[in-house]
């Protein structure tokens, strides 16, 4: 089977970095399983916002899988503006113009967003006559609509419509509907019109277990880089490391503000209790201004993987200080998987399908507010037998459901089925 994978922004093997996300996971399984894989990609690298080549390229690699990389120049980071709608819609007639005269495939996966790029996806797939399934990961464009407010949402309106237009036609055309929970498959099945089928499924995000991997080699030189970058030493600190990893966006900033204000009125910022959110973004500097004379908190920006690595090795809970919306409140995250990945408790403000997982399977809590997040992380180190019963809960959720290649493996065998049904 030949397969084409539509996604513009993602790590590729070839970047600095690399750490495989879904699309990446997904074209492994549908190698490992015989299967042939064309990459749709933009030549925009998204984590270092530069172009790898500066024009189209094409690489055919060893591994079974060809990289169609697409330079369009411009764009921005806004989730609407006409700027960026444009670049997508650029993007979008340059795949569909490439795509158009290359052998057709025996099945195309469209990730959403964007709306534009499922659309074109379902026009490619029309014309080769191929099933084509569209894969939600994101609650575009109904929560750009929600979220934004006054002038900016009556100016932004048109590109909605036009969002919303692109979305209705490719779920329509789409043979299958595919999303990372039941909530977003079904947020496709709405725009599609039609009841919902057993061509319809939902494949979480999933982890590579490989990335928590720690070269204990080098051990002296990922403490000696902590020391460096904030004075800590990891091998020596009888303080407890709590971990955050992500974008430091605006529902990050408004999760991390609420809870550091009761952490200080409890007394927690002298306590036995160190806070290292990593990850960079728009509200990083502004939460670092903020938070520069709490003396346990710390901000260092983005991080390495291997550098990530260790210091989950080295902490004692995961904590997801995150808005509640209803977009995260019906998704779990890359983080999450990251962190039960590395048997870490997670205490998390969320609600919704993360709250109702860690419960579930005993291996976290929900907090609602700083001083009732320095109780729980007080109850976890007081009681040992409950720490390491909710860690061993952790990994053995995360190796029998959200491991890598259990999710992948499925996904490729169903991508199969829907091929020969079609």
């Given at each position: 089977m030949n397969v084409w994978l539509v996604k513009m922004e993602e790590l590729l093997p070839m970047d600095k970095d690399y750490r495989a996300y879904r699309m990446g996971m997904l074209a492994e399984a549908l190698v490992n399983s015989g299967h042939k894989v064309t990459r749709w990609c933009s030549d925009l690298n998204p984590q270092t916002k530069k172009y790898r080549h500066g024009h189209d390229y094409t690489l055919v690699s060893d591994h079974g899988v060809t990289y169609e990389l697409l330079y369009v120049k411009g764009g921005d980071n806004q989730s609407v503006s006409l700027k960026r709608y444009l670049n997508n819609f650029l993007i979008a007639i340059k795949f569909k113009k490439k795509a158009l005269n290359l052998p057709p495939p025996d099945l195309i996966v469209c990730a959403m967003p964007t709306p534009q790029l499922s659309r074109i996806s379902s026009e490619i797939a029309k014309f080769f006559k191929t099933p084509l399934v569209v894969d939600a990961r994101d609650y575009w464009p109904d929560i750009i609509e929600q979220e934004l407010k006054g002038i900016k949402k009556y100016v932004s309106m048109p590109l909605i419509y036009l969002m919303k237009n692109d979305l209705r036609k490719a779920c329509i055309a789409a043979y299958s509907l595919v999303g990372i929970t039941p909530f977003y498959r079904d947020h496709l099945v709405n725009y599609s019109g039609r009841v919902k089928t057993d061509k319809d499924?939902?494949?979480?995000?999933?982890?590579?277990?490989?990335?928590?991997?720690?070269?204990?080699?080098?051990?002296?030189?990922?403490?000696?880089?902590?020391?460096?970058?904030?004075?800590?030493?990891?091998?020596?600190?009888?303080?407890?490391?709590?971990?955050?990893?992500?974008?430091i966006n605006l529902t990050v900033k408004n999760g991390v503000q609420p809870l550091i204000s009761s952490l200080e009125k409890s007394g927690a910022t002298n306590s036995n209790y160190i806070f290292i959110l990593c990850g960079a973004g728009q509200y990083l500097e502004e939460l670092q201004n903020l938070l520069r004379d709490v003396n346990n908190v710390y901000l260092p920006g983005h991080i390495s993987a291997e550098h990530l690595a260790y210091l989950r090795s080295k902490s004692f809970v995961a904590i997801q200080p995150i808005e509640n919306r209803i977009d995260y409140e019906n998704s779990l995250s890359n983080k999450f998987f990251e962190n039960i990945s590395a048997g870490l408790p997670i205490l998390t403000s969320l609600t919704g399908i993360t709250r109702k997982e860690i419960e579930s399977n005993r291996c976290g809590f929900y907090y609602s507010s700083g001083s009732e997040l320095l109780r729980l992380l007080n109850k976890l180190d007081s009681n040992i037998e409950l720490y390491e019963e909710m860690s061993k809960n952790a990994l053995e959720l995360f190796d029998t459901t959200y491991d890598s290649k259990v999710v992948y493996r499925n996904f490729s065998t169903y991508l199969e089925r829907i091929a020969q049904e079609f």
């Open positions: 499924s939902f494949f979480p995000l999933g982890y590579d277990g490989k990335l928590n991997q720690v070269s204990y080699d080098k051990v002296d030189e990922y403490n000696n880089f902590w020391i460096k970058k904030l004075k800590l030493d990891l091998l020596n600190t009888e303080k407890k490391i709590i971990y955050f990893a992500g974008k």
